[in-house]
């Protein structure tokens, strides 16, 4: 095997089984470790000659430190720390009745684990030489969960802990990016995992009911979680610096008292075989140009949408889904080449990038509904997620697509129309950003919808005086 070497906490189920299969299909080394070590030999023995796998129990913080040296013993090295290992309160115990040692069970498995497990792979990373296919000299992907975002009822230690790792996350990854250790995490929605299925069999979860708090109308599957996994472990997710990749089908995002999944369109259709269309609004910015050239290299048809008013970019974007007689995304770039600009008032700032996005995305979403499929990536700038990283103007009209973001993914998504955010700082390469659109565009981010991914270099969530990047 040529590939990265690869160790997946808890690989042996659920979206740890299904991330190991997508590293393997890669041509990775993966290292199974599980706290049942004749499930994780039976899955890497599945995998084929060369994967191995070990016995971990994270909930032990020797043996989640002993689980990484274990690895790079077997292994040589450690390109991947896939942080999946968790445990969950299967009974939903009310917090009046959780026992100290049950709820710490729970905090040491889901955050001190994968902290000692982090603090060994960072260790033994920061002093190995990038691999090509990662970007860094190590990566670190957290499991987190959609329960670190949103208190329930009867989760208390799971979410306590799940919002913990997000925390760490950052620490982490602001500390360590200077050592080219690149640290982020996604966290997923309701997934049918073995467990899931398990609460579904039992009565403590029914599908229909969450469904109806999904835009996207389903629960994820574990393959979902996985792409989501691979994606950050790749050279696309270099400008990714502590980012939280939400995969929930939008759930997260909507904020509605109705049902989620309304069809505002066609029903829902997977995109019919044959050459895949995309329109650039904005091709005439650097990150518009950079994502055409991204789309057409990879033989896809491409074609720009510039204009300024309402009636020129409308008749562009019907004028493409004509002559491909089909829209599969929208990459919306149009503003972002002066959001930086202090020149700019506020009024100026909004004509610029807001409405301009808004007109294409709704041009796009015309299309995409009546198809019953396309996704929307919103490119804005990162200056709207925190005060004094812009002019006041730029970042008014950053955060305003943000959520504009989000109520399209909220009101698309019951026709399979997906809408997400990509909010850019000044250190990541626009190639990196190209990369990064065309995953979000990608049916590898079929759940995904409703995020905004954060490519700043960890500049809107760092506190401290100085931070760096090393690759």
Known sequence: MTGRVVLVTGGAAGIGWATARRFAADGDRVAIADIDHAAATARAAALGDGHAALHADMGDPASATASVRDCIARCGRLDVLVNNAGVIDAGGTPVTEQTLAAF??????????????????????????????????????????????????LRNGYSASKAGVVSLTRSHACAWAPEGVRVNAIAPGYTRTDLVEELIRRGRVDPALAARRIPLGRMGTPAEMAEAIAFLAGPGARGMVGGLLIVDGG????????????????????????????????????????CLHALAAQGDAVLPADAADAPGIEAAIAAAGDAFGRLDGLVNAAGTDRLLDAALSLPEQLARHLDRQFLAAQSAGRIMLRQGYGAVVNLTGACGLAAGMGPEGGSAAAAAVGMLTRTMACEWGGSGVRVNALAVGPLPEAADVAAAAGFLLSGRASYVTGSAMVMDGGLSIHAGRELGMGR
Do not use: C, F, K, W
């Open 104 to 153: 710490r069970r729970l905090i040491g498995v889901n955050l001190v684990g994968m902290e000692r497990a982090s603090l060994a792979a960072r260790e033994a990373m920061a002093g190995q030489a990038p691999h090509p296919t990662v970007g860094a000299r190590g990566v670190i992907v957290n499991v987190a969960s959609g329960a670190a975002l949103r208190a329930i009822p």
């Open 251 to 290: 759930s997260t995002a909507y904020g509605g008292s109705d049902d989620a999944p309304v069809m505002r369109g066609a029903p829902p259709a997977p995109p019919p075989p044959g050459r895949r269309g995309y329109v650039v609004a904005g091709a005439d910015t650097p990150l518009g140009a950079a």
